[in-house]
């Protein structure tokens, strides 16, 4: 990469990519049905069932449901295949713009991060607090500890301790793996 090149790394989340690529290797596409953007597709391997996906698309709308994603629904344009397949390279996601497009009622695309929590103190310079920080795993814990050390705080302070969920960043690699995968066939590629 060259010093002009921008860095991308932050959209690729290579652990998640990597484990999609590594479950996946032999993963076919079956088209169960298409009428327009009225579509269902189901990606998995043969005689198993084992990280199996299915994306489902309607207008405006597409679900992911089986052993990856589970209970993420987005909604944007008429094809939500080609909202998320809009030419960049395999693996390059936008989990934050994607993020904003999941309906109400989607499972939580966000966690509590320990090491957010931790940036978030020292950004404070909270020296002597860092101490133990490492121990919190969840919000609760984040409230009472900052409680203990009497390190202020606010109501909009836990979702700057939050991070893109695991299951989530591995949802969106493949729904675009996916899409690449469809719009490829479509091509006869």
Known sequence: ?????????????????????ENTRAHEMQILHEDGVYR????KAPDTMMWHFDLITWPGSLAIRGDIGSG????????????FDQGQGPGWINASYWAEKL???SRSAREFS?????????ER??????EGAGEVENVNEAIEYLDRHQIEWDFESPESW??????????????????????AAKRGD
């Open 103 to 105: 309906e109400r009622g």
């Open 162 to 183: 939050e991070d893109y969920e695991y299951h989530f960043l591995l949802a969106l690699h493949a729904i675009l793996w996916g899409a690449k995968t469809y719009h």
């Open 125 to 130: 310079d909270a020296g002597e607090a860092l």
């Open 40 to 43: 269902h597709l189901r990606f």
């Open 1 to 21: 990469m060259s010093d002009t090149t921008p860095a991308l790394e932050p959209y690729h989340y290579p652990k998640q990519y990597g484990a999609l690529l």
């Open 72 to 83: 993420f629904i987005f909604t944007r344009t008429v094809d939500m295949l080609r909202f």
């Open 114 to 122: 320990p090491s957010r929590f931790a940036d978030w103190l020292r």
